[in-house]
């Protein structure tokens, strides 16, 4: 009973730190350039055609666009993710994992480092992805 609270505060301590303040700001950094990508590849989807494409331009255009409103649906998403991230950096509660039920509470920062905008730890983000089957 009481064993296993004090289990999961010692793996706490030792694997699944809290981020210093330098790994923060290295993936703050990480999520701000992808930010500032995304919101270039997306202001440029919008610009996209009009200025100087002849007609047999366009319709080739056409079906880059169809190709492009997924393309752009995907940024979005990666867009809304990392502003989320951000959000939570804000907050204070950056790489702490969203899930009600978690034991470790906190995101590795090699995890985090690999996908900066992770809002769940590897054991919850496994469990949730395994309930979906
Ligand atoms: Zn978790």
Do not use: W
Not at 53 to 66: F, L, M, P, Q, T
Request: with cysteine.
């Amino acid at each position: 009973m009481k064993n296993k609270e004090r289990r999961v505060e010692m793996s706490g301590g030792n694997g699944e730190q809290k981020l210093s303040k330098k790994q923060l700001r290295e993936l703050k950094k990480m999520l701000e350039d992808k930010k500032g990508e995304l919101e270039g590849d997306l202001n440029l989807a919008v610009a996209g055609c009009d200025q100087h494409c002849d007609i047999a331009d366009r319709a080739n255009k056409e079906s880059e666009v169809r190709f492009s409103i997924r393309e752009k649906g995907r940024k979005r998403e990666e867009l809304a993710q990392i502003n989320l991230a951000l959000e939570r950096m804000k907050k204070g509660t950056y790489g702490q994992c969203q899930h009600p039920d978690c034991e470790s509470g906190h995101i590795s920062f090699l995890r985090l480092r690999a996908i900066p905008t992770a809002p769940y730890c590897l054991t919850c983000q496994c469990e949730s992805e395994g309930r979906k089957r």
